[in-house]
């Protein structure tokens, strides 16, 4: 399973673009590179997955250099609901192993 | 949007005792999984489930720990002789394909203390 390592926390005002970067550097071939939102006291949330060049959703961007041994969760525009922690995950779920293994994420603080 | 849900959202039990977590899959998915996160750390895989019966577990689920699919539509996750340790939030997630791209949808979570 590729390490993941990611920073512990960010800070950021209303409406400023944030970008958090993950890396990977063992990311396999078959791997997907996968970001989920935790808000306190919920479950973990799906925001977009990736496995190469640049995916792009309602929610947000996630670009993925040609190397694949880094990812960066871009987030338009944040609002102080986006206050939240972002995982970022590795791994390839079509080989039976289906576990998500989450690290300790980046936790986001947007303030007005 | 279709949503799990999960009951109790808060459990107190005795340590010692018995506790039977709920979880209600969305309706057309076919994997299920339990995770759970003690306060301030990671989330952690328990266990998946699929085609009634267990297709991996972590080493937290011990003989201790048991699923079940009751009837076809609830997901549950009984503790027996529940440890002080097991006090955590319980996340109970399903996914619909066996996909690379497949995603995994949490629950609310169960709050269980034991005291």
């Known amino acids: 399973l590729a390490k993941t390592t990611q920073p512990i926390s960010m800070d950021s005002y209303e409406g400023q673009e944030v970008n958090i970067t993950c890396s990977h550097n063992?990311?396999?071939?078959?791997?997907?590179i996968t970001w989920y939102q935790q808000f306190p006291s919920q479950g973990p949330r799906f925001i977009i997955q990736?496995?190469?060049t640049k995916v792009t959703n309602e929610v947000a961007s996630l670009f993925i250099p040609a190397d694949r041994k880094s990812s960066t969760l871009s987030l338009p525009r944040v609002s102080l609901s986006d206050t939240a922690v972002y995982y970022c995950?590795?791994?390839?779920?079509?080989?039976?192993?289906?576990?998500?293994?989450f690290g300790s994420g980046t936790r986001l603080q947007v303030q007005p | 949007e279709p949503e799990v849900t999960q009951t109790p959202s808060h459990q107190v039990t005795q340590m010692g005792q018995e506790v039977i977590l709920r979880c209600v899959p969305i309706?057309?998915?076919?994997?299920f999984y339990w995770y759970r996160q003690i306060l301030g750390q990671k989330v952690e895989f328990l266990v998946s489930?699929?085609?009634?019966?267990?297709?991996?577990k972590s080493e937290i689920f011990d003989d201790r720990f048991s699923v079940e699919r009751p009837d076809g539509s609830n997901f549950t996750l009984k503790i027996r002789s529940t440890k002080l340790e097991d006090s955590a939030m319980y996340f109970c997630?399903?996914?619909?394909?066996?996909?690379?791209?497949?995603?995994?949808?949490f629950g609310p979570g169960t709050r269980l203390t034991v005291l």
């Open positions: 489930f699929y085609n009634n019966e267990i297709s991996e």
């Open positions: 309706s057309n998915h076919l994997y």
């Open positions: 063992n990311i396999a071939t078959n791997d997907y």
């Open positions: 990736g496995y190469k």
């Open positions: 997630a399903s996914s619909a394909t066996s996909g690379k791209t497949d995603t995994q949808y």
């Open positions: 995950l590795v791994g390839d779920w079509d080989t039976g192993r289906r576990a998500l293994t």
